[in-house]
């Protein structure tokens, strides 16, 4: 059902998938095709913050920090998931691997390089402090608007 909790949430999440896809582009490689990036992780911000965030509003301070570092982590975790199987599929339609296994296996290997590229001091904060922000906010809004 739709709430002022539910929508604060996926906008807050939203615009935190902007900022950090802003952030991470200058530190992939220069012939980096990044596509459909931007648009698909502002989705994912708008869908893990209505569904994660903003399902669970309500109660105080520390559980809106809870609640926004849970939104932030799990926002992450589906960004590199998606960006590696993207790039996982892009690599088996040029038949880079033997089979749906190595698939796999090649897919973990693209996010955890992702992860170690993205793991930086600023970006770390922007989720972070984001996150805790963003539950914050979420909560404050549930609590006026129920």
């Given at each position: 059902m739709p709430?002022?909790?539910?929508?604060?949430a996926a906008f807050c999440?939203?615009?935190?998938?902007?900022a950090l896809s802003r952030m991470i582009m200058p530190l992939m490689p220069e012939s980096t095709q990044f596509g459909y990036f931007i648009p698909t992780n502002i989705a994912l911000g708008l869908a893990v913050?209505?569904?994660?965030m903003g399902a669970r509003a309500g109660g105080g301070v520390s559980e809106g920090i809870t609640i926004g570092l849970?939104?932030?982590?799990?926002?992450?975790?589906?960004?590199?998931?998606?960006?590696?199987g993207r790039e996982m599929i892009e690599n088996a339609m040029m038949h880079r691997y033997g089979g749906v296994g190595e698939a796999l296996v090649g897919m973990i290997g693209i996010g955890a390089e992702?992860?170690?590229?993205?793991?930086?001091l600023p970006i770390i904060a922007v989720v972070?402090?984001?996150g805790a922000v963003s539950g914050v906010i979420t909560n404050l809004i549930d609590s006026k608007f129920p």
């Amino acid at each position: 059902m739709p709430t002022a909790a539910r929508l604060t949430a996926a906008f807050c999440l939203a615009l935190m998938g902007f900022a950090l896809s802003r952030m991470i582009m200058p530190l992939m490689p220069e012939s980096t095709q990044f596509g459909y990036f931007i648009p698909t992780n502002i989705a994912l911000g708008l869908a893990v913050g209505w569904r994660v965030m903003g399902a669970r509003a309500g109660g105080g301070v520390s559980e809106g920090i809870t609640i926004g570092l849970t939104g932030a982590v799990v926002l992450v975790f589906w960004g590199l998931f998606i960006q590696a199987g993207r790039e996982m599929i892009e690599n088996a339609m040029m038949h880079r691997y033997g089979g749906v296994g190595e698939a796999l296996v090649g897919m973990i290997g693209i996010g955890a390089e992702y992860f170690l590229i993205m793991a930086t001091l600023p970006i770390i904060a922007v989720v972070l402090i984001g996150g805790a922000v963003s539950g914050v906010i979420t909560n404050l809004i549930d609590s006026k608007f129920p």
